[in-house]
């Protein structure tokens, strides 16, 4: 870098200098993200205090909630980036991400976005996208519920539609029946390492999955504590469309709080999904399991950084996309 600025500057032309800086400029505004944390703060001083204040009130009347509202970020930006294509609705001309099969009859949340939404247009109307109210409300439920937080990366805009086919293809969104070497596989498309996959499926320390979900690790795997598998299969039955929708919190000790006891069950072989056990199956990931089930700060941090790292997917900026009037529709 450095005898390349004194080549410049000794250059006698003028012009070559002038090229030679903005292929610097282009080189920098390539490998630094577009968002910035401070993107509103002329434009909506209010965003923060709103949005927190309806993420405490929607999970005071329902804790799981915040799981949900997470789990609603982490599917946007895994669908074409995080640019708030899932929240848009279905109608009888257009089919969205919604009903793909990892989404549909499983998220939920949308209402409450929608609340947040209309409270932050009558703050600052115009200005915010869904997209980015997604990703204040994740971190929001995350502190709710008392794990670690961190500043949220802003300027997204919103996608003008979304595709139904994007959502359900293979490997897109991961599926809880997934080997290690999938999520791992699956994660790394996206940029995300194994490390940045481990520290954020500690979101399974909240909320919960339906038996159709855990179906196959209860009835039909090995890794499972046999009385955590018995407890499991007395409220969801070993045939298939039996007790589908019957709920189990993915952490069997704390299913409110946002903490480390995932890892702890995963290390006891009380993971609820398959894919869960997989992260703790005497392979590459074990270790970090490990360090996470004795070090609660070191999962708190790795996870800040994996969902800042998580939010920065594909984001739509500049004059792509717009903002949204409503989240579920396009303007
Ligand atoms: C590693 C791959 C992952 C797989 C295979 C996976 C799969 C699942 C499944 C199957 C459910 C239950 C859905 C149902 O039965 O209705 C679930 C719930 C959940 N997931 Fe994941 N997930 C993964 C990673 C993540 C990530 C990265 C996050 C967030 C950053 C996340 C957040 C959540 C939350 C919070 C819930 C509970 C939602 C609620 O109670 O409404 N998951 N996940
Ligand atoms: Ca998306």
């Known amino acids: 870098m450095a005898s390349l600025f004194s080549s410049s500057s000794s250059s006698s032309s003028s012009s070559s200098n002038v090229i030679f800086m903005f292929v610097i400029l282009v080189f920098f505004m390539g490998t630094s993200s577009a968002l910035s944390t401070n993107f509103y703060s002329k434009t909506c001083p209010k965003l923060f205090n709103t949005i927190q204040s309806e993420v405490e009130s929607a999970v005071s009347k329902e804790e799981r909630m915040g799981a949900s509202l997470l789990r609603l970020f982490f599917h946007d930006c895994f669908v074409n980036g995080c640019d708030g294509s899932v929240l848009l609705e279905d109608t009888s001309s257009f089919k969205g991400e919604q009903t793909a099969g990892p989404n549909v009859n499983s998220l939920r949340g949308f209402g409450v976005i929608e609340k947040i939404k209309s409270k932050v247009e009558d703050v600052c109307p115009g200005v915010v996208s ?32 979304a595709s139904l086919s994007d959502a359900n293809r293979t490997g897109t969104l991961p599926s809880p029946f997934s080997s290690l070497s999938t999520l791992v596989s699956r994660f790394g498309a996206l940029g995300l390492s194994a490390k940045d996959m481990v520290a954020l499926s500690g979101s399974h320390t909240i909320g919960k999955a339906r038996c159709f979900s855990f179906r196959p690790r209860i009835y039909n795997t090995s890794l499972i504590d046999s009385s955590f598998a018995k407890t499991r299969q007395a409220n969801c039955p070993g045939t298939r469309g039996n007790g589908d929708k019957n709920l189990a919190p993915l952490d069997l000790q704390s299913p409110t709080a946002f903490d480390n006891n995932y890892y702890k069950n995963l290390i006891n072989q009380k993971g609820l999904l398959f894919s869960d056990q997989q992260l703790y199956s005497g392979g590459s990931t074990d270790s970090q399991i490990e360090k996470y089930s004795k070090k609660p700060e070191t999962f708190f941090s790795d996870f800040a950084a994996a969902m800042i790292k998580m939010g920065d997917i594909s984001p739509l900026t500049g004059s792509n996309g717009e903002i949204r009037k409503k989240c579920g529709k396009p303007n």
């Open 130 to 161: 869904c997209a980015d109210i997604l990703a204040i409300a994740s971190r929001d439920s995350v502190v709710t519920l008392g794990g670690p937080s961190w500043d949220v990366k802003l300027g997204r805009r919103d996608s003008k539609t």
